[in-house]
């Protein structure tokens, strides 16, 4: 009886791109809350309270900012209803504003600005007049005189004027201010007396209002437009050179918040999976199908996207993916799922991501060995394979395995042999530099492992995990 050794050098993420007897072992047709940034198998972070007091209401979380405003840290949380501030002296939320009506269309942007040499957060809804926020106090931004009272639901801030967008009255419209260097300053979007290069105005953007604005974001030399239907770029740094070129078709519409900047380039997530922007074209990633099964449940028009060091965060909406976020690691082009917690919006500060969501906390993401004192629940699922000889029956041996666990945690390890499963509970991998053996029983033409922790201890493998295997064939 002849033996091989299955090796799994090293681990990735997620691929749900091909039927999983072709899939390369370093990669997982089904994995959970699994960090495999350093080719090791490890039990992902959790998150623990940034903040320990809880912020009144009921209302849902449609956005969450984090950072200075002026010399200031604040953390301001804004829902259909109300914008509440954390008051650092009291230690305690208070309701900064109240809306006339609760929104409707539950989309909210904003962007850090200066107005009259005050420090503040625009924010915009589509539904109000954009507001100042200085994070003790909000009130109305620009006037009808200055032309700039406008229901905008989309800001940003390039070559040192105001852009906005999203206006249901005019959906096409792409306004922009007075440079901020004029009296005014970005509350002024009308002519200038002086020259028409300082004068505020708007462009439309497409020919057609069929394909409104949805979103727009400002990198170092461009201004991006999202449209439902496609993709637009503003360059230039005047009135009279104001340039709008269309760069790509896009087959769904793109929420304003599931675009992440990084450099003069970016990311932003789709229905029909990741893509890339490297400040000249937008394309679908090469391994956007990794994560195809998980995208055909979900809604992507609400995605919310933040970025950490190398990761990308998203969540995703769907009915039965209400608590899944998905991870990508920009440096190895991989994808983990995460699941067991609620996200409701996203905020990125100093490469920390802040999070927000139905428990109403702020917390701190990726911190934490559990999910602020709820265990994690990770797994990670080998293909199953034939290792390309059908007619081979494969007998599990032992399996080889090194790493580091909690002090008492156990592992569990599930094998599946033509689908009959057997299941062992492995205790304490006490170091990587000691191989832990596992015994094993059960035999099959195919074959698969699932590593999972018990209690939601934290674990560790090494890259290298080996499966010994007896091979035979059917005698008649």
Same mark, same amino acid.
């Given at each position: ?134 994070? =003790? *106090?909000?009130? #109305?931004? %620009? ?10 639901? &989309? $800001? ?100 304003? =918040? *599931?675009?992440? #900047?990084? %450099? ?10 990741? &893509? $890339? ?119 599990? $041996? ?79």
């Amino acid at each position: 009886m002849a033996q091989k050794l299955y090796r799994i050098q090293n681990f990735l993420g997620l691929n749900q791109a091909i039927d999983e007897g072709s899939l390369d072992a370093a990669y997982s047709p089904d994995c959970a809350n699994i960090d495999t940034s350093c080719g090791r198998l490890e039990t992902a972070k959790g998150h623990t309270k940034a903040i320990a007091a809880l912020i009144p209401g009921r209302d849902n979380f449609l956005s969450l900012y984090v950072g200075e405003i002026g010399t200031a840290m604040c953390y301001i949380a804004i829902t259909r209803k109300y914008i509440y501030s954390y008051d650092m002296t009291n230690i305690s939320w208070s309701t900064l504003y109240t809306f006339t009506a609760p929104l409707v269309q539950n989309r909210v942007d904003y962007i850090n600005a200066t107005c009259d040499g005050e420090d503040c957060l625009l924010i915009a809804t589509g539904e109000t007049q954009l507001l100042k926020c200085t994070g =003790t *106090a909000c009130t #109305a931004f %620009g006037s009808e005189e200055l032309g700039s009272n406008h229901l905008c639901n &989309y $800001v940003a801030m390039y070559q040192n004027r105001l852009f906005s967008g999203g206006e249901s009255t005019a959906p096409t419209r792409l306004c922009y201010s007075q440079p901020c260097t004029l009296a005014g300053g970005i509350e002024n979007w009308s002519e200038s007396t002086e020259s028409s290069e300082l004068s505020g105005g708007y462009i439309d953007i497409g020919p057609t209002e069929s394909d409104p604005i949805c979103g727009i974001k400002a990198l170092r030399n461009q201004l991006l437009i999202f449209k439902e239907k496609s993709l637009y770029r503003l360059i230039g740094d005047r009135p009279s050179n104001f340039t709008v070129e269309r760069l790509c078709d896009l087959n769904s519409r793109v929420a304003h =918040t *599931a675009f992440v #900047a990084r %450099g003069d380039g970016g990311f932003f997530m789709t229905r029909d999976g990741l &893509y $890339v922007y490297n400040g000249v074209n937008a394309y679908r990633s090469n391994d956007a199908d990794h994560i195809k099964k998980i995208l055909g449940t979900v809604n992507t028009a609400d995605c919310r996207a933040a970025c950490t060091s190398n990761k990308l965060v998203f969540k995703l909406d769907g009915p039965l993916l209400r608590d899944y976020c998905v991870e990508y690691d920009i440096n190895r082009g991989c994808y983990m799922l995460r699941t067991g917690f609620m996200a409701d919006a996203f905020c990125e500060y100093k490469g920390e991501v802040y999070m927000i969501n139905s428990n109403r906390y702020v917390y701190l993401y990726d911190n934490s060995d559990t999910y602020d004192g709820v265990p994690i629940e990770a797994y990670w699922k080998t293909p199953c394979t034939d290792l390309g000889d059908k007619g081979e029956i494969k007998g599990l $041996v032992e399996l080889y395995i090194r790493g580091e666990s909690n002090t008492g945690s156990s592992i569990c390890v599930e094998t599946y042999s033509d689908g009959k499963q057997e299941l062992y509970t492995v205790d304490g991998l006490d170091s990587p530099q000691v191989v832990k053996d596992v015994r094993l029983n059960g035999e099959g033409r195919t074959f698969a492992v699932r590593v999972s922790n018990l209690n939601g201890g934290h674990f560790s493998i090494c890259a290298g995990l080996e499966l010994l295997l007896s091979c035979r064939r059917r005698v008649n």
